[in-house]
């Protein structure tokens, strides 16, 4: 089982498609992670941003339209948040706004 898993990872890091999302040329993914990071107060909320700007700009043409409100609303909610347990309690009411 381990070694299946080992051949998908390669498979997709060697892939042209994750190649693009990881790519460090997009000026929206930096932009996203300068305006939305300064503010952090937290790791679990820097993580939960840097998350949200992935998929909204790095990978945002393969969302559905409830994914990427779900990321947007985080990205509006989480940037000032200190504490673990209300990052995460706001993580869920995206995700319940969103019916993720």
Known sequence: MRNVAY??????LASPLSALAFGNDNPDYDQCI????????SR???????DSCDA?????ALLLP???S??????QNVQSV??????????????????M
């Open 66 to 68: 409830r994914e990427r």
């Open 34 to 41: 300068l305006l939305s990071l300064r503010n952090s107060q």
């Open 56 to 60: 909204l700009y790095r990978n945002g």
């Open 70 to 75: 779900y990321h947007v609303c985080v990205l």
């Open 82 to 99: 200190r504490d673990a347990f209300a990052v995460n309690e706001i993580l869920h009411a995206c995700r319940r706004q969103n019916q």
């Open 7 to 12: 051949l998908l990872l390669s498979i997709t």
């Open 44 to 50: 679990m909320a820097a993580g939960a941003i840097r």
